[in-house]
């Protein structure tokens, strides 16, 4: 199996930046992706940006032009620099490995909270 291990969250005022990292251990050759969802409180899990290790970079029309996805294959890790956080983009952030296409697997991280104080 696959296992995430997220860090990065925290509590910031409006128009600040936070960067989340998520490292993906055990069978990563597994992953041919990996993206990053949230939780706001009180609504459904939403894509937030994903990163394909063999090319390809997908973001939210709420985030696109404030968060930037980037990866590191060796490592099979991925990050989110999140800039100009506005207090909607508060909520509980989850790294998800797709690793479906290779081994029949996805695994979920334990998640990250992220607060924006207006």
């Known amino acids: 199996q696959v296992q995430l291990v997220e860090s990065g969250g925290g509590s910031v005022q409006a128009g600040g930046s936070l960067r989340l990292s998520c490292a993906a251990s055990g069978r990563t050759g597994c992953i041919s992706s990996m993206d990053w969802f949230r939780q706001p409180p009180g609504r459904e899990r939403e894509l937030v940006a994903a990163f394909t290790f063999g090319g390809g970079l997908n973001y939210a029309d709420s985030v696109r032009g404030r968060f930037t996805i980037s990866g590191d294959k060796g490592k099979k890790s991925v990050y989110l620099q999140m800039n100009s956080l506005k207090p909607e983009d508060a909520g509980v952030y989850y790294c998800?490995?797709?690793?479906?296409?290779?081994?029949?697997?996805?695994?979920w991280g334990s998640g990250t909270r992220v607060a924006v104080s207006s």
């Open positions: 998800y490995a797709d690793g479906r296409a290779m081994c029949g697997i996805t695994t």
